[in-house]
């Protein structure tokens, strides 16, 4: 069974930092690309960063680009968004996504349970 | 990048009837559309993909049409499970954008 579970959100300063990280299991992490998806509070689906199987094309939205880096480390089947320059427009649920093939498609067929960062002072 | 809009914002429906939500973008993804269903609290379930593929475990109930810039997820006959927030997703380009969303609401 896939399964995807996010955490280190919480509530930081704006100027903060914080990173989040997405533990994979049920399949084989290092042969799918992966992305992270944000929605703020009562707002729709964002994306904001994804990167490839092997680590390497990480491609980033405008609004985060600069201030956010995605990496991964298959030796610990696990995703990481480290967001720094937070904003209050950072503030959203933020989800880990599985691509749908090997080959990166850029949809997504399997999402973590979204960790809840909060900017603001 | 790429603009999704959908329709209605809000449908408001009876179990047992038909859904139709609509996605138009603003330039052509041939037919790299998928469809998310959205329920409080939960995240995203993808429930089509390449515009007309039914996702694993998906209900046949649920349908995918349409290619260049108009396409629709029909639901043809609503059970309660299905009251949920849908939006679609392009892959076509870079980067992947989302919908608004649709809601579709008990009436």
């Known amino acids: 069974e896939v399964q995807l579970v996010a955490s280190g959100g919480g509530l930081v300063q704006p100027g903060g930092s914080l990173r989040l990280s997405c533990v994979a299991s049920?399949?084989?992490?290092?042969?799918?690309?992966m992305s992270w998806v944000r929605q703020a509070p009562g707002k729709g689906l964002e994306w904001a960063s994804g990167?490839?199987?092997?680590?390497?094309?990480?491609h980033y939205a405008d609004s985060v680009k600069g201030r956010f880096t995605i990496s991964r480390d298959n030796s610990k089947n696990t995703l990481y968004l480290q967001m720094n320059s937070l904003r209050a427009e950072d503030t959203a649920v933020y989800y880990c996504a599985k691509d749908r093939r090997v080959s990166s498609t850029y949809d997504f067929d399997y999402w973590g349970q979204g960790t809840l960062v909060t900017v603001s002072s | 990048e790429v603009v999704l809009t959908q329709s209605p914002a809000t449908l408001s429906l009876s179990p047992g009837e038909r859904a139709t939500l609509s996605c138009r973008a603003s330039?052509?993804?041939?037919?790299?559309l998928a469809w998310y269903q959205q329920k409080p609290g939960q995240a995203p379930r993808l429930l089509i993909y390449?515009?007309?593929n039914r996702a694993t475990g998906i209900p046949a109930r649920f349908s995918g049409s349409g290619s260049g810039t108009d396409f629709s997820l029909i639901i043809s006959s609503l059970e309660p499970e299905d009251f949920a927030i849908y939006y679609c997703q392009q892959r076509f380009f870079s980067p992947p954008t989302f919908g608004g969303g649709s809601k579709v609401e008990i009436k």
């Open positions: 330039q052509s993804v041939s037919n790299y």
């Open positions: 049920g399949f084989t992490f290092s042969h799918y690309a």
């Open positions: 390449d515009a007309s």
């Open positions: 990167i490839s199987g092997s680590g390497g094309s990480p």
